[in-house]
């Protein structure tokens, strides 16, 4: 039987990558981790989301406020050094970036561009592997949790979510294949599906608004998932409740991915 432990994640070290604004799902994981005790390490990418992002960073007293780009490895190179020499290790990495071109995310999925294809895969989805490896070496001896964003579109056809649903299906294939890699040093990797939020990422689907009164239609629950839902299933992967499961992609989305029409 576990206790209930007021502070979790007290003496832990998380890296939150994926915080835009305080709409972002990133956001209230970081919300949910500071509540448990856990110290923080926020990124940004480029000074105009820094003027955001410093401001929240600051309010839950972040240890480090960092920039990167996740498709310049001299930026992760960089970033992980830093986490290196202040914190000598870490034990939470939150991956909750994703990006494809507005053209690519509207019409007909036939059309995507191989630049297109290119773009999306590498920032939604080979980032997370960029990511868990130099967070590895970081890791080791810790217990380690490694947690990534995806959505239904990665099992079924939702359109326009198009070349994103392929990233997606390709992040939570690498979560399985990262989560063997990693499980010898008792690192976890997990995804959360979550239902549709919205976030600043979410206003580049075309449509987006039809997304979220069909899921508060739908499903089981008869209404939205919020960003707090996010935060408080990850609070619980990163938690020694979840210690034995790794590999998983785990819905928040109100039991959308149940249905079948
Ligand atoms: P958001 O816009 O707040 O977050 C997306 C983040 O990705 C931003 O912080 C942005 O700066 C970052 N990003 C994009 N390209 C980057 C790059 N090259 N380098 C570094 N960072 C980069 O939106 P969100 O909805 O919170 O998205 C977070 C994650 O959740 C994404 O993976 C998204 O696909 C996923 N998700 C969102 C929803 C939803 O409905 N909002 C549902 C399921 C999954």
Not at 168 to 185: C, F, I, N, Q, W
């Amino acid at each position: 039987m576990h206790n209930l432990v007021l502070k979790p994640f007290e003496g832990k070290k998380a890296l939150i990558l994926g915080v835009a604004n305080e709409r972002s799902l990133a956001w209230s994981i970081a919300q949910h981790l500071y509540q448990g005790g856990a110290r923080l390490a926020f990124t940004y990418q480029g000074e105009a989301l820094e003027r955001r992002v410093r401001p929240l960073a600051e309010s839950v007293q972040a240890d480090i406020i960092y920039p990167c780009n996740v498709s310049e490895d001299s930026h992760l190179d960089s970033l992980f050094a830093e986490i290196k020499n202040q914190w000598g290790g870490m034990d939470i990495l939150i991956h909750s970036v994703a990006f494809a071109n507005k053209e690519d995310l509207e019409g007909r999925f036939v059309h995507t561009s191989r630049e297109g294809f290119r773009i999306a895969m590498d920032i939604s989805a080979f980032s997370l592997i960029a990511t868990a490896r130099r967070a590895e070496p970081l890791m080791e001896g810790r217990e380690g949790s490694i947690i990534t964003l995806s959505y239904y579109g990665a099992q079924k056809v939702v359109p326009n979510y198009n070349i994103m649903g392929v990233a997606k299906a390709a992040l939570e294939a690498s979560v399985r294949y990262l989560a063997y890699d990693l499980g010898p040093k008792k690192i976890r990797v997990n995804a959360i599906s979550a239902g549709p939020v919205k976030t600043l990422a979410a206003a580049g689907i075309k449509n987006f608004k039809s997304m979220l009164a069909a899921s508060e239609e739908k499903t089981p629950l008869h209404e939205n998932i919020s960003a707090d839902d996010v935060g408080s299933l990850s609070a619980f992967l990163c938690s020694s409740y979840a210690k034995h499961i790794t590999g998983s992609t785990l819905y928040v989305d109100s039991g959308a991915h149940i249905m079948g029409v």
